[in-house]
């Protein structure tokens, strides 16, 4: 068990609808990044923040928008869904941004897009 | 980003050791070597990093080489646990970068009883 709590574990919806994927750092990980895992992909990275701040961006499309909140959880939402958004995202945080910070993952959010 | 290439894949023998390599030509000085690993239906799994030199913990170890343009993740004797995806990636701390790992895709280790 990494600490790291996601929620939902699997989420089933159809497309043009909006869902939201909720994740739980560790305790006082500061750092949370969002990551998109698809068969002909890999693991992209998406979206990060700091302490509620965000701090970096990556291959995040327009339709899907992140926060992280003052108890430092974040959630990452995804609107107009469409099929090819069907894939596992991963949460994961770390304590800092540093290098010698590792990052904790956790089990994901299998989503698919019927 | 700077890139790292590792083999597709590799195979080895249950309580042999495993060595996988990957080769980063294109290191910079603020680039950490980190290693995750991503077993079947879970979350990556961070491993080892280093900077310059070997390092050592329970899980493995990691050879760096003096240029730094390469690096070996070794793990000692191979269980069937072990058999996952295995990623090498630099972490830059830099910039703009912030600590992100950007994942390349990896070496798929399979372990043979």
């Known amino acids: 068990d990494s600490g790291v709590t996601q929620t939902p574990k699997h989420l089933i919806t159809a497309t043009g609808q909006r869902v939201t994927l909720r994740c739980s750092p560790r305790?006082?990980?500061?750092?949370v990044y969002w990551y998109q895992q698809s068969l002909d992909q890999g693991l992209q990275f998406l979206i990060q923040?700091?302490?509620?701040?965000?701090?970096a961006k990556g291959n995040i499309l327009e339709r899907f928008s992140a926060q992280q909140f003052p108890d430092l959880h974040s959630e990452l939402n995804l609107s107009s869904l469409e099929l090819g958004d069907s894939a596992l995202y991963f949460c994961?945080?770390?304590?800092?941004?540093?290098?010698?910070?590792?990052?904790?993952f956790g089990q994901g959010t299998r989503l698919t897009v019927v | 980003d700077a890139k790292t290439t590792q083999p597709n894949s590799m195979e080895s023998n249950e309580e042999e050791p495993v060595h996988l390599p990957c080769n980063h030509s294109?290191?910079?000085?603020?680039?950490?070597i980190h290693w995750y690993r991503q077993l079947p239906s879970q979350g990556p799994e961070y491993v080892i990093h280093g900077l310059t030199s070997n390092v050592n913990n329970r899980m493995a170890s990691l050879a760096i080489a003096e240029d730094r343009k390469s690096s070996t993740l070794i793990l000692h004797r191979a269980t069937l646990r072990d058999a996952a995806v295995y990623y090498c990636?630099?972490?830059?701390?830099?910039?703009?970068?912030?600590?992100?790992?950007?994942f390349g895709q990896g070496t798929i280790l399979t372990v043979h009883p």
């Open positions: 994961a945080s770390s304590k800092g941004t540093g290098e010698n910070t590792e990052a904790f």
């Open positions: 990636i630099l972490r830059d701390v830099s910039g703009t970068s912030y600590g992100k790992l950007t």
């Open positions: 305790s006082g990980d500061l750092s």
């Open positions: 294109t290191i910079s000085g603020t680039d950490y």
């Open positions: 923040y700091y302490n509620g701040e965000e701090r």
